[in-house]
Structures are given as structure tokens and as C-alpha cells.
């Protein structure tokens, strides 16, 4: 079942912009993870945000949660061409908190960063 | 890829004919994951497994067994029964900080 859905599914963009891409799901979680994949690669974990917190920093990444509207934001700041690749939002809803995780993933974004 | 290997990269499966997909692991979790990735449908969980000797149906498990004799290793049996096998599967494992780590993968083929 999916639960996250990615809003743009595809993203174009100039290096040095900004790239926002968008997350909502439907049932409550205990957190909320970014995925990057390249192409033909496995995926590499970014950004965990926990259902209590509303906004993350990690380097030039930013996540926002709002858990009222069921949707986390991912931005990237100052794009490069090296961040081109497919993003996937990935929730958690594991009845106990610290248990190990099965994780519900969206379909991703691709994002294209033009030198 | 962290300490996940996946082995082999590319997999070619006859008809009718049942093929295993490899997964270790060096990073001591108790927990495993397989999923399969078609274009345009994300990651779908076939099974899972938090535990040595211990294992659960994930949304897509017909036509997939598992085993899980060792922490380090949850191989995947693709069975004649799973009609269209072709996908590029992926093995993934987590500890309690719940952060899943990916190996690179497997591109199964059909003949």
C-alpha cells in the first residue's frame, strides 16, 4: 500500500536554485524519512524527522513536518548538478516507537539539476 | 551501500524456473528487508524480518520465500509461482535508530 505521495513527480531545475519537493500521506506515523537514489543505485538515507518535531536541518538539506495537513517539505538549497537523482519520502507508522521500522514508500521525484 | 552486499547485479530467470537473490550484512541489525522497485511504483515491501529465524509477509508476497538461518544473511527465492519477476529488487537492513541501509541491488531478468 502506498502511503507518501511526492508532489512534483519531476523536477527541473538550474544549478545554484533551490529544489522543494513535497510529501503528503494519509495515516499517522512516528516519523517521516528522505531517500535519494541515483540511477541504478540503492537508495541512501538522508533526513529522519520524528512526528514531534517540525522542522530538520542537515547541511543544505531542510525538512518541514506538519502533522495536521500530513505532509513534510523537502528543500535543497544552492543545488549542484551532483544532486540530480530520484527522491522518495518514506513513513514510519510502527505501533511502538523504537521497534524496528517497516517503512511505507512513495513513488518519488525525479530531479534533473542543469549545470 | 553501507555494508550491504547484494549479489548478483544482473540475474536471468528462465521460465518455470525458481532463482535465489542474495543479501548480507556487516552491520549487526536485527532487522531485514526486501523490496521490489518497478518504474514508476516506488518500493513495494515483499517480506521483512526482525529477527533471526523469524520472518513476515510484506504487501506483494506471493510468488517470493524467504529464509532467515543467520543475522547476517536473508536471501530471496524468486519462485515460478511470481509470474512477472522481472524488477531491480532491493535488500535493506535497520537497528532501533530505525534508518534503513540499502545494498545496491539486483536486476532480475526474464528469458
Known amino acids: 500500500s502506498q502511503q507518501g505521495e511526492e508532489d512534483p513527480q519531476a523536477l527541473s531545475i538550474q544549478e545554484g536554485e533551490n529544489a522543494t519537493m513535497n510529501c503528503s500521506y494519509k495515516?499517522?506515523?512516528?516519523?517521516l524519512q528522505w531517500y535519494r537514489q541515483n540511477s541504478g543505485r540503492g537508495l541512501v538515507h538522508l533526513i529522519l524527522i520524528r512526528s514531534n518535531e517540525r522542522e530538520k536541518h542537515s547541511g543544505r538539506l531542510r525538512v518541514t513536518l506538519d502533522t495536521s495537513k500530513k505532509s513534510s517539505s523537502l528543500l535543497i538549497t544552492a543545488s549542484r548538478a551532483a544532486d540530480t537523482a530520484s527522491y522518495f519520502c518514506a513513513t514510519d507508522s510502527s505501533i511502538f516507537t523504537g521497534a524496528n521500522s517497516k517503512l511505507t514508500f512513495g513513488k518519488g521525484i525525479t530531479l534533473s539539476v542543469r549545470p | 551501500d553501507g555494508g550491504i552486499t547484494q549479489s548478483p547485479k544482473y540475474l536471468f530467470r528462465k521460465e518455470g524456473q525458481n532463482v535465489t537473490l542474495s543479501c548480507e550484512q556487516n552491520l549487526n541489525h536485527d532487522a531485514m528487508y526486501w523490496y521490489r522497485q518497478d518504474p514508476g511504483q516506488g518500493l513495494r515491501l515483499i517480506y521483512y524480518s526482525q529477527i533471526v529465524n523469524d520472518f513476515q509477509k510484506g504487501d506483494i508476497a506471493e510468488g517470493y520465500s524467504v529464509s532467515r538461518e543467520k543475522k547476517e544473511s536473508f536471501p530471496l527465492t524468486v519462485t515460478s509461482a511470481q509470474k512477472n519477476p522481472t524488477a531491480f529488487y532491493l535488500c535493506?537492513?535497520?537497528?532501533?535508530?530505525?534508518?534503513?541501509?540499502f545494498g545496491p541491488g539486483t536486476r532480475l531478468l526474464v528469458l
Open positions: 535493506a537492513s535497520s537497528n532501533r535508530l530505525e534508518t534503513q541501509y
Open positions: 495515516t499517522s506515523i512516528n516519523n
